[in-house]
Structure formats: structure tokens, C-alpha cells
């Protein structure tokens, strides 16, 4: 059991937006402002899309946005896209002797 | 450009000994962490433990702690994970990648590693 919880899966049709939700503890996620998302397409590394909770490195699409309330952190696309059809993973810094932890990891399927 | 280049898959027997390497360039290789992370077949990302290179200061995923052993050599800017007697559940692909300032910023290609009699 992954110590974030994230849906198994979301879908969207092309140009609507989704909202891939991450739950933590007060131990990681309601501590830390240390959220970070990654998408992963089949057969390749997890890229790096959302760090520090919100702010997106260099080259992705402001597309992805990305908060957090309390223990949950949230990634939002919007205007989907074909090739936005991939697993996504939430992972936060945890108080814990784990020092960090991913979620289980969400499939999103563009319809 | 920073790149992180993993050594290629392997195909082991139960009990063997192996070591799977990261080398990194384009950057201060002793100035950032590294993270290994495992990926089993069709399942998701694990934190298995992290290396600072300047110092070898290494920590361990308790679920990992003594089940693998992570090192670095920061004159060859390469970074490494071992197993001293595998088994068939340690079949998975494994990542390195660079700990940024607070998330997995560079990730290197994966090695698969395949365990099976």
C-alpha cells in the first residue's frame, strides 16, 4: 500500500480538463511544501512536471497546474491532449524514516 | 545538458550477485543527490534510498535497508546499486535519478534487471 493515495484512473475527452488528486498525512503532505508530480509514458522514465507543490520546471506546458489543501495535493490538466494520455505520480518528503514517498500512481486515458 | 545514463538490462539467476550503475555528466556530479527507485512490472514508482556523492552520505527506504547496498565513486561521477544474493522478486526496472533542490529533476534511462532461474 502506497503511503499517498491516488485514483487508478481518470479520462478526459480532448481540449477538457482533469483533476488527479494525491492524499496524504500531516506527516508528508499537509507538512511539507515539498509536492512533486511526475508523468510517465509507457516504456519510458518518469518525467518531472510539478515541483514545490506548484511551480513547473523549464519546458513543461502551463497546461499543468498543480495546488494543495490541507493533506491533499491536486494536479490539474487543462486542454487535454492526445499525448497527455500517461500514468502520474504525486510524491511528497515525509517526516517518516521513508524520507520520501510516491502515490500509487494514476492512469489518465484521453478519450 | 545534464544526462544520467544507466548501464544495460541484465538477466541474473536467483542467488547471484549484481551491481547496476548511473553515470552522470553535464553537471557537479558531487553536488547533488542521487535516488534509486524501483519499478516492478506493471506496478508503480518506489523510493529505495538516496546518496549525496561528495560525501557518500547514503539513507535507505527501511523496506530496502539490507536488502541493498547504494554507493557512489565521484571520480568517475558514477553511482551504483548491488545486490549481494538476488531473488526473483527483485525482477524490476530501476531508475537513478537527480535530486534537485526538492524533487526528481534529471532521471536516468532504467535499467531492467531480471531474476529467474
Known sequence: QSALTQPASVSGSPGQSITISCTGTSSDVGDYNYVSWYQQHPGKAPKLMIYDVSNRPSGVSNRFSASKSGNTASLTISGLQADDEADYYCSSYTSSNTHWVFGGGTTLTVL | ?117
Not at chain 2, 506493471?42 to 539490507?66: A, C, H, N, V
Open chain 2, 1 to 117: 545538458e545534464v544526462q544520467l545514463v544507466q548501464s544495460g538490462a541484465e538477466v541474473k539467476k536467483p542467488g547471484e550477485s549484481l551491481k547496476i550503475s548511473c553515470k552522470g555528466s553535464g553537471y557537479s556530479f558531487t553536488s547533488y543527490w542521487i535516488v534509486w527507485v524501483r519499478q516492478m512490472p506493471g506496478k508503480g514508482l518506489e523510493w529505495m534510498g538516496i546518496i549525496y556523492p561528495g560525501d557518500s552520505d547514503t539513507r535507505y527506504s527501511p523496506s530496502f535497508q539490507g536488502q541493498v547496498t547504494i554507493s557512489a565513486d565521484k571520480s568517475i561521477s558514477t553511482a551504483y546499486l548491488q545486490w549481494s544474493s538476488l531473488k526473483a522478486s527483485d525482477t524490476a526496472m530501476y531508475y537513478c535519478a537527480r535530486h534537485g533542490s526538492s524533487a526528481l529533476d534529471y532521471w536516468g534511462q532504467g535499467t531492467l534487471v531480471t531474476v529467474s532461474s
